[in-house]
C-alpha cells in the first residue's frame, strides 16, 4: 500500500459514488456504555441511510431489516468507556513501565472488539456491515507506538472498499489506529478516535463530519465542573485546537487540525435523544471565550531551559504538551504514559492546568490543585461571562 500526503479525490479513483451519500459518523467510548447501546445506535445509523436525514435515537418503532438504504456510511468506533484504562491497568500491573509497543498492542483490542460488536448490531439492522483493521483505513503513523502522529492518508483505501457496494453499506472502522512505515499496527494517541473519523471525510471527500459524544456541544467550560457553562453554536478551527491543546476533551485538537487543512466542516452531535446538531466547527472565524481544565494532563517542574527544550521535543514527536508558569518552569503533558524524571524534571500529580481563553485570543494559565480546580474554573469563568454572555445553552446553531 502506497501511502503519500497527496491526496487524490474519490472520483478520480473510479467510483464517483464513493463519497456522493456517504456519511461519516464517530461514536466516542460513552456512546456504549448504556445497556442495548450498539443496537440504538445501529437502528439510528438504518434510519439515517434508509431515509437520507436525521433520526431520533428513541425512535425504535420502525423495523429496518431488510431495508437496502439510500446511502452508504463509514462508522468510526472507540472502546467502551473506561475499557482503555482497564487493559492500561492490566498490562501496568505485571509491568510498571511496559514496552510501548506492547502497550499499544493491548490497548489497540479496545477497539478491535468493538468494532465486532457495532458490526453485528449493523448487520442485525439489516445493513451490510464490513468490519476493519488499521490495515484497511489508509492510515499511516509514525512516532511512539502507543502515541504516534498521522502522517498520511490514501484515499483508496475506504473508496475501494466502498466500491460497488450497494446503499446500506457500513464500513466499520476502528478509532485511532494506523500502520506505521513497517506496517505494524500503531495508535494514534488517547482520544484519537476523532482523527480517523476527520482522516475518513477527507478521503472520501465528504464535506462534514458528524462527532456523538455524552457532550451537550462544544462548551465554554466542562458542564460537569462549571454548570453555568454556554453551548457555542459555531466555533473556528483554530480556536478549538487552542481549547483541545488546553484540556477541553470533545475534540482532538490534531483531528481538527486535519480537518482545518483539508476544509472539512465537525457536526458535534449529543447522544441526548433528539441527536440534532449543537456545535459546528469549521473556517468562519468566531470570537469565543473559555475556561478550560486539563483534567487528566501529567504536570512536570524543572528548570525553564530544560522545560522549553523538552516541549520543543516532545511536540516535534506529535506529543501534545504546553509550557506554562511565567518563568515556563512547567510543562503540561496530555501523554501522562510518559515519564520524565529521566530527563530532569519532577513530577506534581497534584496540580491540574485552569485556562481561561478570553475573546481577543489571549490566554491565562494558573496551576492549582486538583481540589481546588472547579472552583478556580467557576470563578473564572463567571468573571468572563457575567458582563457579556456569547451562548445561552442549547441554542440551535445556524443551519449548516
Known amino acids: ?151 498520511a492518508i490514501d484515499p483508496s483505501a475506504l473508496t475501494a472498499r466502498l466500491a460497488g457496494q450497494p446503499a446500506g453499506t457500513v464500513l466499520v472502522v476502528p478509532g485511532g489506529q494506523a500502520l506505521d512505515a513497517t506496517g505494524h499496527p500503531v495508535m494514534l494517541g488517547r482520544n484519537s478516535s476523532d482523527l480517523s473519523a476527520i482522516a475518513a471525510a477527507i478521503a472520501l471527500g465528504t464535506p462534514a463530519c458528524e462527532i456523538f459524544s455524552d457532550s451537550p456541544g462544544i462548551c465554554t467550560a466542562d458542564p460537569r465542573l462549571v454548570p453555568t457553562a454556554r453551548t457555542l453554536a459555531t466555533v473556528d478551527h483554530d480556536t478549538m485546537i487552542t481549547m483541545s491543546r488546553h484540556g477541553a476533551k470533545v475534540l482532538h485538537h490534531s483531528a481538527v487540525d486535519w480537518a482545518r487543512r483539508h476544509q472539512v466542516e465537525i457536526h458535534c452531535r449529543s447522544l441526548l435523544p433528539e441527536g440534532r446538531v449543537h456545535s459546528i466547527v469549521g473556517t468562519a472565524a468566531t470570537s469565543a471565550a473559555a475556561v478550560l481544565v486539563h483534567t487528566h494532563g501529567a504536570v512536570w517542574t524543572g528548570a525553564a531551559s530544560l522545560v522549553h527544550d523538552l516541549c520543543a521535543e516532545l511536540t516535534a514527536q506529535g506529543s501534545d504538551a504546553v509550557v506554562v508558569q511565567p518563568d515556563r518552569s512547567s510543562l503540561v503533558l496530555a501523554d501522562t504514559v510518559r515519564d520524565l524524571r529521566g530527563r530532569g524534571l519532577r513530577p506534581c500529580p497534584e496540580l491540574r492546568l485552569v485556562t481561561t481563553l478570553f475573546p481577543d485570543g489571549r490566554l491565562e494559565h494558573r496551576l492549582v490543585t486538583a481540589e481546588d480546580a472547579p472552583g478556580v474554573a467557576r470563578a473564572a469563568h463567571d468573571a468572563v461571562f457575567r458582563p457579556s454572555p456569547l451562548a445561552t445553552v442549547g441554542a440551535p446553531p445556524p443551519a449548516p
Open 1 to 151: 500500500m502506497a501511502l503519500t500526503t497527496e491526496l487524490t479525490a474519490a472520483s478520480d479513483l473510479g467510483d464517483e459514488s464513493a463519497s456522493a451519500e456517504t456519511l461519516v459518523l464517530k461514536f466516542g467510548g460513552a456512546a456504549f456504555a448504556a445497556p442495548g447501546a450498539h443496537r440504538r445506535i445501529a437502528t439510528y445509523i438504518a434510519e439515517r441511510l434508509r431515509t437520507g436525514g436525521p433520526a431520533a435515537f428513541d425512535d425504535t418503532t420502525g423495523d429496518p431489516a431488510g431495508t437496502s438504504g439510500r446511502g452508504r456510511a463509514v462508522v468510526v468506533v472507540s472502546a467502551v468507556a473506561g475499557e482503555t484504562d482497564r487493559l492500561s491497568n492490566a498490562v501496568r500491573a505485571v509491568s510498571p513501565d511496559p514496552d510501548r509497543e506492547l502497550l499499544a498492542a493491548a490497548l489497540m483490542t479496545g477497539e478491535t472488539v468493538n468494532v465486532a460488536v457495532m458490526t453485528a448490531a449493523l448487520r442485525d439492522a439489516g445493513l451490510t456491515a464490513l468490519p476493519l483493521g488499521p490495515a484497511d483505513a489508509g492510515l499511516l503513523g509514525a512516532g511512539e507506538p502507543h502515541s504516534a502522529e498521522l502522517r
